[in-house]
């Protein structure tokens, strides 16, 4: 319990972070936790392990990349503790092995859409995006990205210094220049914490503003995105949380204490609607946002059908 709980507590406190890898930190943590957990019957075990899924689940509310993973390690079956433990390891080590080469060829599929020359500007911290960057430059593309610093947290600073060691061009500004400098830019590549059935994205605060710039300027907007991001429940309309962060990441507890009519507000995603984005590059393939559905239907496994019968009593 206290490797989960660990585990548990760095992702909320963001030491691990970025949708994908959070996915892959789940996973690898109900595989460990399935393998040390003390249990006399499968029936403790499945109730222990159910326990582990709701805390994993409950530290980031809105990367989707995190249910969607714990679900795939949680479709076990098995009739004895062994057979869970080893049925558990299987589908983790597939999921993670999954999760690593879609990055890859994502960066291989979108790729395809940069053009020597091209100046791209991302934003946040997206191993994703970041693969189709690098895998333009591994081609011999000449390009040059502009990256935002992406307040509060900094994660722009990570995208320099990747983009840094592979030896990439690179401009840092501040999330508020962004349309200030979309005139030098030709394309954008972020990343995804979640995708809708309407094909709406959320990823990092600052992201819509980004792509409307881009929208104004005819820019085209490439989201980079694992299909483990796309969300099933968004079938039922629901809509995806946006994950409200501790006030002391923007204004220290003291500086605000000095200010009583003062409050913070820290989202730490928005929702850039459908209309602005011109592409989804996933690992099976470019999508247009409005195939959305598709992707949640035929690998994920969740058509409207299943959905509507996984939630019925
Ligand atoms: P990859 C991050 O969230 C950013 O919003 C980034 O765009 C997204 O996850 C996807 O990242 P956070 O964990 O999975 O920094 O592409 O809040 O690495």
């Not at 949708?19 to 249990?39: S, T």
């Amino acid at each position: 319990m206290k490797q989960l709980k660990e585990t548990a507590a760095k992702i909320k406190s963001m030491e691990i972070r970025g949708a994908g890898r959070i996915a892959r930190a789940v996973a690898a943590e109900l595989r460990d936790y399935a393998q040390r957990l003390a249990a006399d019957d499968i029936g403790e075990f499945n109730e222990k392990m159910k326990l582990a899924e709701e805390l994993l689940v409950s530290t980031r509310p809105t990367a989707v990349s995190l249910p969607n993973a714990v679900r795939a390690v949680m479709r076990y079956k098995a009739k004895t503790v062994d057979e869970a433990r080893m049925n558990i390891k299987k589908l983790a080590d597939e999921f993670i092995t999954g999760s690593e080469n879609a990055v890859k060829r994502i960066g291989e599929i979108g790729a395809k859409r940069v053009r020597d020359g091209d100046t791209i500007m991302t934003h946040c911290n997206s191993s994703a995006a970041i693969s189709i960057i690098a895998a333009a430059h591994a081609q011999g593309k000449d390009i040059k990205v502009i990256a935002t610093e992406s307040r509060p947290r900094l994660q722009g600073l990570l995208t320099i210094k990747q983009l840094d060691s592979l030896g990439i061009k690179t401009s840092l500004i501040v999330d508020s220049a962004v349309r200030y400098f979309m005139k030098e830019v030709d394309l954008v590549v972020i990343g995804a914490d979640a995708v809708t059935v309407n094909g709406s994205v959320i990823n990092k605060i600052g992201t819509s503003q980004l792509a409307m710039a881009a929208h104004e300027s005819r820019r085209n907007v490439i989201i980079a995105a694992e299909t483990y991001k796309f969300s099933p429940r968004t079938i039922l309309g629901e809509l995806v949380e946006i994950e409200e962060r501790d006030a002391a990441e923007v204004l220290s507890r003291e500086k605000l204490a000095e200010l009583p009519n003062v409050s913070i507000k820290n989202p730490a995603f928005d929702v850039t609607p459908r209309e602005y984005i011109d592409l989804i590059c996933t690992e099976v393939g470019a999508i247009p946002p409005e195939m959305a559905y598709v992707i949640i239907k035929e690998f994920l496994g969740w058509g409207i059908e299943e959905m509507n019968s996984f939630t019925s009593p």
